[in-house]
C-alpha cells in the first residue's frame, strides 16, 4: 500500500494536507465505514480519491450532478490516474469503451449517477467488478429532511449490503436530523466513523439587508465589485433573465442560468463562467453544485433562499481560494409568503411540513439576527466559541428592543384563539378590528381584543416574524397556516423570561401591497393545501393539474370553505362526477374528518332533495324502534327515501304506495309533515 503522503505529493501536487483531510483519508483507507461532513471548499474530494489509489481495486463513487463528475475525472485523468464516468450524458461509444476498460481492470475509480442505479443491468453489472470501496458525494441528498432530496440516492444501502464493501459518504452541510437520516439510509443505523470538520468559513463576510426596490440595491452592489465574478440567486426563471438583462445595460458581462434552457445552453454557460474573467451568472438553485471556480469573489441573494442549509451550501461557493469573499442576501415579507406557501403546496406529510417551517424560521432568524451573524449561522450546526468580526451585524450592532410586552400580547391573542388563526386574523384582534370573521367566532370579546392598538398593522407584522425567526411560534400545515406556539416561548408567556428583538427592521417595516394574491392572507395556505391535495391527485392520475379543478374553483374553495358535500357542489367547477370521484378528498383537506354519506344520498348533493333526504332520515332513526322505543326495529332503504323525495307524495295513501303498509304505519305520519313542511 502506497502511502498517503507520497500520493498527495506526487499525484495532486500538494505537499501538506489540509485541516482534517488525514485522519478521514486513514479511516477510508482502512476499509472503516465513514460519515464526513466538511465546509466547502475545504477538500473533501480528495478524501476520497486519494485512498482509491493507496490499494488494489476500483472505488466506485455515488455522485449527483454530471458538472461535477466531468470535473474531477478530468482532473484526475490530467493527473495521470484511470478514472471514467457513466452519466446520461456519455455517448453509445463512449460508454462501451469505459465497459472495456472495467472488463480489462484498468480503472481505479468509476463516477456513477444515481439514477443508473435503477437499472437492474447496472446493478448485475457492478457485481463483476473488484470494487473494494463505495464512496457517496453529496450525501444530503439521501435525506428527505434536506434541501436537495434525490429519490435515486435511497438505492445506495441496498447497493453496499449487496456489494458487501465500507461506505463513505461525504456533504458539506448536514443538520443533526439530516445527519441522522444519513446514518439511517446509508448506514442501517449503525453510527459510522463520523468527521465534523467545521461549517466556518472565515473568509465570506456576511450581510442581509431588507429589501426596499431590490432591483436597485442588487446593481449597487454589483457596481462596486465591477470586475469580479461572482453569482445571483434568484427565486424564479422569470427573475434571472430580466436582473441579467438590466446588469448588461449598466455595463456588466452577464448571463442567466436556469433548468428550463436547453442542455447546451447551460453547458455554454457552465463553460464560460469556469473560462472567463469577471463573468457574472444570475441563476436559480439549479446553478452551483460542481461548479470548481475557486476565484468567486462573491454571492448574491436576489431572493431569500429555501433553507439555513441551503443558504450555507450557496454562499459556499464563494472565496473557495481563501481570499476575502462577500455573501450578499435580500430578503422582504414576499419572499418568505413564497417559501411558507411553497412548504405548504408541497406533498410532504404534516410533520415533514412543520420541520421545514422551522428550517424557515431559522434562517428568519439569521436574517433578524441580534447579534454576530457567523455565530448565529454556526450555532445552528452546532458549532459555538467561533470568531467573527467579518458580517454586517459585528460593523454595526442593530438597534434593539425589550419586546416582551408585545410578545406576550401576541403569543395571548395566540392561545386564547386555540393556536387556529394565522397572522391577519390575529393581528386584528390585536388591533381592535371587529372584523366579519372576528365577530363570527366572538373574538371581540376576548381581554387580548385591542391590546396591539399602539403599534400599526405593519409593525405588528414585523413582530410576528422576528418571532418566527426566534422560532415562538410556527404555521401548522394541519390548519392552514394557523400559529402554533412553540415550546421555548412559554416561559414568555408565563412571565419567567423576557425577549429582545430588533427595532431597526420594525421602525423600518412598510405596507407590502398583495400583487397578484388569488385569495386573502388568511385563505392563501388553505388554497396551498388544496394545491398540494390537486397535485398529489392529478400525478397519481399521469394528467395535467387542471383537470382535477383548476386555479379558479380551488381558490372559490378557500374563501367559501364548504362543510359539506351540498356545500361543495355549489362551488363553481364541481359538477356531479367530479364531486363523487373528489369531493370528499377536498373536503378533508378543508374540515379534516368528513361525514361520509351513502351512495345514494351522494347523488343528491347540492340538491334541494338531498335536504330533504337529510330530514327523513333524521325522522326515521327516531322511530326505529317506535314512538316509546320499544317496538321491532324498522327502517327504509336509501333507495326508498330518495323515492320519497323525487315523488313528493302529497297524502298517506301515495305514500303506502312506496313504502307499504307496515312502514307506513310507523312513518307516514312524520314523512308527510316534512313534504308539507318543506314545499
Known amino acids: 500500500m502506497q502511502r498517503p503522503k507520497t500520493l498527495l505529493r506526487d499525484i495532486f501536487g500538494f505537499n501538506e494536507f489540509r485541516p482534517g483531510q488525514s485522519e478521514i483519508i486513514d479511516a477510508v483507507a482502512n476499509k472503516q465505514n465513514v460519515l464526513a461532513i466538511m465546509p466547502t471548499g475545504g477538500g473533501k474530494s480528495l478524501c476520497f480519491q486519494l485512498p482509491a489509489l493507496m490499494g488494489e481495486g476500483l472505488t466506485l463513487v455515488i455522485s449527483p450532478l454530471i458538472a461535477l ?77 434536506g434541501h436537495d432530496f434525490r429519490p435515486d440516492y435511497l438505492r445506495i444501502g441496498e447497493l453496499r449490503r449487496t456489494l458487501g464493501v465500507p461506505l463513505a459518504a461525504f456533504t458539506a452541510t448536514a443538520d443533526q436530523e439530516t445527519r441522522q437520516e444519513i446514518i439511517d439510509r446509508l448506514f442501517d443505523g449503525i ?49 434571472t433573465e430580466t436582473l441579467a438583462k438590466a446588469l448588461e445595460e449598466v ?24 473560462a472567463e474573467d469577471g463573468l457574472i451568472v444570475v441563476a436559480t438553485v439549479a446553478f452551483g453544485m460542481g461548479i470548481d471556480k475557486p476565484d468567486i469573489r462573491w454571492v448574491a441573494h436576489a431572493d431569500l433562499p429555501k433553507s439555513i442549509e441551503s443558504f450555507y ?71 459555538s466559541n467561533v470568531a467573527c468580526k467579518n458580517c454586517d451585524l459585528c460593523e454595526k450592532p442593530p438597534e434593539t428592543f425589550d419586546a416582551t410586552q408585545p410578545v406576550r400580547k401576541a403569543l395571548s391573542a395566540i392561545l386564547r384563539t386555540d393556536e387556529y388563526f394565522g397572522a391577519g386574523h390575529l393581528i386584528d384582534i390585536l388591533l381592535g378590528i371587529a372584523t366579519d370573521k372576528v365577530r363570527t367566532h366572538g373574538h371581540q370579546s376576548l381581554p387580548t381584543f385591542g391590546v396591539g392598538k399602539d403599534l400599526s398593522r405593519v409593525k405588528w407584522q414585523a413582530i410576528l416574524r422576528q418571532m418566527m425567526g426566534h422560532d415562538l411560534v410556527r404555521p401548522d400545515p394541519g390548519r392552514h397556516g394557523a400559529l402554533r406556539i412553540m415550546e421555548n416561548a412559554l416561559a414568555i408567556l408565563s412571565g419567567k423570561k423576557s425577549i429582545i428583538l430588533r427595532s431597526d427592521t420594525i421602525k423600518s417595516a412598510k405596507f407590502s401591497p398583495k400583487v397578484n394574491m388569488l385569495v386573502s392572507e388568511e385563505d392563501a395556505p388553505l388554497l396551498s393545501a388544496l394545491k398540494a391535495r390537486r397535485r398529489e391527485l392529478a ?139 318543506t314545499d
Request: glycine share 8%; with cysteine; charged share 25%.
Open 251 to 274: 455595463g456588466h458581462c452577464t448571463c442567466h442560468y436556469h433548468g428550463g434552457m436547453l442542455p447546451e445552453d447551460r453547458r455554454l454557460v457552465e463553460s464560460r463562467f469556469s
Open 191 to 239: 453510527a459510522p466513523s463520523s468527521f465534523l470538520h467545521g461549517f466556518d468559513r472565515p473568509n465570506i463576510h456576511l450581510s442581509f439587508v431588507v429589501k426596499d426596490n431590490p432591483r436597485r440595491q442588487i446593481i449597487e452592489f454589483v457596481n462596486q465589485r465591477k470586475g469580479q465574478p461572482g453569482i445571483i440567486y434568484c427565486g424564479t426563471r422569470a427573475k
Open 69 to 145: 463528475m466531468r470535473d474531477q475525472v478530468r482532473g484526475l485523468q490530467a493527473a495521470g490516474v484511470a478514472a471514467e464516468a457513466i452519466t446520461s450524458a456519455n455517448t453509445e461509444e463512449e460508454t462501451d469503451k469505459i465497459f472495456s476498460a472495467l472488463n480489462a481492470s484498468k480503472l481505479r475509480i468509476l463516477y456513477l449517477a444515481p439514477e443508473r442505479l435503477a437499472s437492474t443491468a447496472m446493478q448485475s453489472a457492478l457485481l463483476r467488478y473488484n470494487i473494494v470501496s463505495l464512496v457517496v458525494d453529496e450525501a444530503h441528498c439521501v435525506s428527505q429532511w
Open 539 to 677: 400525478e397519481t392520475a399521469g394528467v395535467p393539474a387542471y383537470i382535477i379543478f383548476n386555479d379558479k374553483t380551488l381558490v372559490e374553495m378557500a374563501q367559501k370553505r364548504p362543510v359539506n358535500l351540498d356545500a361543495m357542489a355549489h362551488i363553481n367547477g364541481v359538477g356531479a362526477k367530479k364531486l363523487e370521484n373528489f369531493g370528499n378528498l377536498f373536503l378533508e383537506v378543508i374540515n379534516g374528518e368528513v361525514e361520509r354519506l351513502h351512495p345514494t344520498r351522494r347523488k343528491l348533493a347540492g340538491d334541494k332533495e338531498g335536504i330533504l333526504y337529510d330530514l327523513l332520515s333524521e325522522a326515521q332513526n327516531k322511530l326505529i324502534r317506535g314512538e316509546i322505543g320499544l317496538d321491532k326495529p324498522l327502517s327504509c332503504s336509501a333507495s326508498l327515501l330518495v323515492k320519497i323525495t323525487q315523488r313528493k307524495p302529497r297524502s298517506i295513501k301515495e305514500i303506502s304506495h312506496i313504502l307499504g303498509e307496515r312502514r307506513t304505519e310507523r312513518f307516514g305520519d312524520v314523512f308527510l309533515d316534512i313534504l308539507i313542511q
Open 313 to 383: 451550501q450557496e454562499i459556499g461557493r464563494a472565496g473557495r481560494d481563501g481570499a476575502p469573499a462577500e455573501a450578499y442576501t435580500l430578503y422582504g415579507a414576499d419572499d418568505i409568503r413564497l417559501r411558507r406557501t411553497q412548504i405548504d403546496e408541497g406533498l410532504a406529510s404534516n410533520e415533514r411540513k412543520s420541520a421545514d417551517h422551522g428550517r424557515l424560521n431559522a434562517l428568519l432568524g439569521l436574517a433578524e439576527a441580534l447579534t454576530c451573524r457567523r455565530r448565529t449561522l454556526l450555532k445552528y450546526f452546532g458549532e
